[in-house]
């Protein structure tokens, strides 16, 4: 389970009496490991919306964080980057590294630094297994403007 995906199941979790723990949970590792981030969308929605009730606290924390939980899933659907990416900070660090070596490499040029420094940290890390999706993955985020919140 992806680390954010972990802390989202925690925070959830949190809310809940140790009865339901367990039930809530198991929803929750059948919604993140959904093949299809829409699929896993609208279970963690239907859940949500179980919890509403009962648990507020616990429906209002997954509403919050439901959709983000999902969003390496979502750009990289299928890759092995995908199935690589085991927690956050690997794909922070990953773009932090395309974002330092892309405004080396693009310096005054208007050429997005992502973009350059996804082609740079293809050519110089290969210790995530589908790290060549990588340029896929930086255009999916240029593309949907998340490249700079990451």
Not at 47 to 73: D, N, T, Y
Not at 127 to 144: F, H, K, N, S
Request: aromatic share 4%; with cysteine.
């Amino acid at each position: 389970m992806a680390h954010y995906q972990k802390a989202v199941t925690e925070r959830v979790l949190a809310h809940l009496n140790v009865e339901s723990q367990e039930h809530v949970r198991a929803e929750l590792r059948e919604a993140f490991s959904n093949a299809e981030a829409s699929r896993a969308l609208v279970r963690l929605e239907a859940l949500e919306q179980r919890l509403r009730s009962r648990w507020p606290g616990a429906a209002v924390s997954l509403g919050r964080h439901a959709a983000a939980s999902l969003m390496v899933k979502r750009l990289c659907a299928g890759s092995a980057l995908e199935r690589s990416i085991s927690t956050l900070g690997v794909l922070r660090t990953a773009v932090e590294q395309a974002r330092l070596w892309g405004r080396e490499a693009a310096g005054a040029s208007t050429t997005d630094p992502l973009l350059a420094g996804a082609a740079l940290w293809e050519r110089r890390t290969r210790r995530v297994i589908g790290y060549e999706d990588m340029p896929q993955l930086a255009l999916a985020l240029v593309q949907t403007g998340l490249e700079r919140t990451a």
